[in-house]
């Protein structure tokens, strides 16, 4: 495993706009000020992988791609003793350009996992953050951040495809906002909903219009703040609703396939290129409230093994 931390900077230009900003509160409002110490950015490269050539072309129902999926141990974290307050996850080749399905390599999907939390929704190492091809930037709204403690270990589960008849070499690449736990923000506690459950993200959608759907009874009280969604090629859209507020949607999430070039594969087929987050007051959730997540596919002419439909939302607890 080789990770490198490639930079941490605190940024002249944010420390400035921040420094102004707080001055600005401070003076109109105290009580309402919420000091969020100097904002500091950090790209961290997970990798790297190589991913062997296509074996052959893509034809009647073949997808033509190789796949090399593996989960790496201790995996760097942008900052101990931090708030993450935002990331932008990318793809890149080993010469620092983005890696996209128009030249071949494809991010299947990755999981941050945090082996020392437990994860809310089903137990077992709390899944932290996420993203698939899609590469959607999360930003938390402000007064709020994901924990990260001193001494917690973190692990990676990658899935990466390779469409080309070219081997590539390829490296994760997240750009993280932090500040320092001093800041004070309002903890978020991820909350991973998935159409599949807790036994398997993957799941099998027929030729056409379809839905699946899972339920999770909320084990936590608190304020919805952010949510992201994670569909495959052909994935409609996605949303969560609490149905025991009325059917409230937290959530909806609609995709974009093929929305500039880069999204275009090999094969001429559009691949999913933005699902917009949710982010703000989404709502409030009770312990013992159903929420209920579902995800659209339409597919014209055939079927897809193998697809997800996952939301992950953030929230602070009470
Ligand atoms: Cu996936």
Redesign the pocket.
Known sequence: MSLQRIMSTAAAAALALGTALFAVGAAQAPAAAQPTGVEQTTIVEYGPFTLPAAPHDGGEGGHGGSETSGIELNVERPCEDCYITGFDPTLLYEDGSEANVNTGAML??FVMFNASERDTVCGGSQRVLAS?NERVASDFPDGYGLHVGGSERWYLNY?LMNHSHEEKTVKISVTFTHVPSSADLEPLTPLWLDVGGCYG??YDAPEGTSEESDLWRSTVSGDLVHMRG?L?HSGHSLWTVNLSDRGQTLCHITAEEGGTPEFIDLNGHGQISDMPPCSGDLGRIDRGDYLRTTARYVIPGHSHEGV?G?MVGWIAED
Do not use: N, V
Request: hydrophobic share 30%; proline share 0%; net charge negative.
């Open positions: 299947h999907h698939g899935d993200s993957a994670h495959h997800m996952i």
